[in-house]
């Protein structure tokens, strides 16, 4: 009998307080539940295991002497960005875009693996959208997760940032830089990479001779657009294509403005022809600068064809629906 009561007090001492359900997983985690924060859910499954973070988006519920207000509130947090994850995976950008906008307001200068989700979420259905102002803030905390070697949670997407120079090779810097400057005033930035960036679009524009790396590429073009200084220590060979295009687009803006109406024409209709896969937005702003151009030297027809195929090849481009 006494040696019954000591394996009844053992079983029940060594059970676990509170019980964590998966969304991607019928088992559950028998655990006790350290603490919670905006990062995630802190459990411990033994004395002897490290104790580990499990992300809100992942959880379907949790049971247990643990369950209170507080952590009812992050479960449903954590239930709107996996409904969000959810619809972007499938491709409703349009339902998607206003869970992961909400997500990201809350946790934009948080870490963990639901911020995330908000950052990658968000940015990328802001660019299916061609929203590029609204999109530098979710990129600069993208790049903070990247450099925390935090995982990203959208595995099923090709990645978003080139990890060679951590631009967004699908966020060209054809922004308003004063929209910018405002959006990201709200931003805490941690990393060294994303500072570096964030100090270049809060700051005056110079020219760089150090044209390689990540920053001084992107400070590179925004000088060539901004400047009138269409030169460049620039290797474009050296560049990825995504960069080239970039470069290519900034020097034909600059021409244009200078009066150099040939050279620009051409640099246009490189894009145009040859990058409207991988650089939609650019091939989309040089068709209708390329239109733009022929209406004012009197060549309408010309112009009208240009925009006739910009329409077919490029239904949604926001220029487009601008005008």
Aim: glycine share 4%; hydrophobic share 45%.
């Amino acid at each position: 009998m006494q040696r019954l009561f000591f394996l009844l007090f053992f079983c029940i001492s060594a059970a676990k307080a509170d019980v964590v359900l998966l969304r991607d997983s019928t088992s559950a985690i028998n655990c006790d539940v350290i603490s919670w924060s905006k990062e995630g859910l802190r459990i411990s499954r033994s004395e002897q295991a490290a104790q580990e973070v499990i992300s809100w988006h992942s959880i379907r519920d949790v049971e247990g002497e643990s369950v209170g207000v507080g952590l009812i509130a992050h479960l449903q947090r954590g239930e709107m960005l996996w409904r969000a994850k959810t619809r972007l995976l499938r491709g409703d950008i349009a339902l998607a875009a206003p869970l992961f906008r909400e997500m990201y307001l809350q946790l934009k200068n948080a870490d963990g693996e639901d911020a995330y989700l908000a950052s990658e979420g968000l940015l990328r259905c802001n660019l299916a959208i061609g929203n590029l102002e609204d999109s530098v803030g979710p990129w600069l905390s993208v790049v903070d997760h990247l450099q925390a070697n935090q995982k990203s949670q959208l595995q099923e997407l090709s990645p978003i940032v080139d990890t060679t120079t951590f631009l967004c090779p699908h966020l060209p810097p054809v922004w308003n830089g004063f929209v910018v400057h405002k959006k990201l005033k709200s931003l805490t930035v941690k990393s060294e990479v994303a500072r570096a960036y964030y100090e270049l679009l809060t700051s005056p524009i110079k020219k760089t001779a150090q044209p390689l790396s990540g920053p001084a590429f992107l400070q590179d073009v925004l000088f060539i657009m901004d400047s009138g200084d269409y030169t460049s220590t620039l290797e474009i060979e050296k560049l990825q294509e995504w960069q080239q295009v970039w470069f290519l687009y900034a020097q034909a803006i600059q021409l244009l403005t200078l009066d150099k109406q040939d050279e620009a024409l051409l640099k246009f209709a490189e894009i145009a022809a040859l990058h409207g896969k991988t650089q939609p937005w650019l091939a989309g702003a040089s068709m209708f600068a390329l239109s733009n151009t022929f209406t004012k030297a009197g060549k309408d027809k010309i112009s009208k064809n240009i925009m006739n195929e910009f329409s077919r090849v490029l239904q949604n481009h926001p220029l487009r629906k601008e005008q």
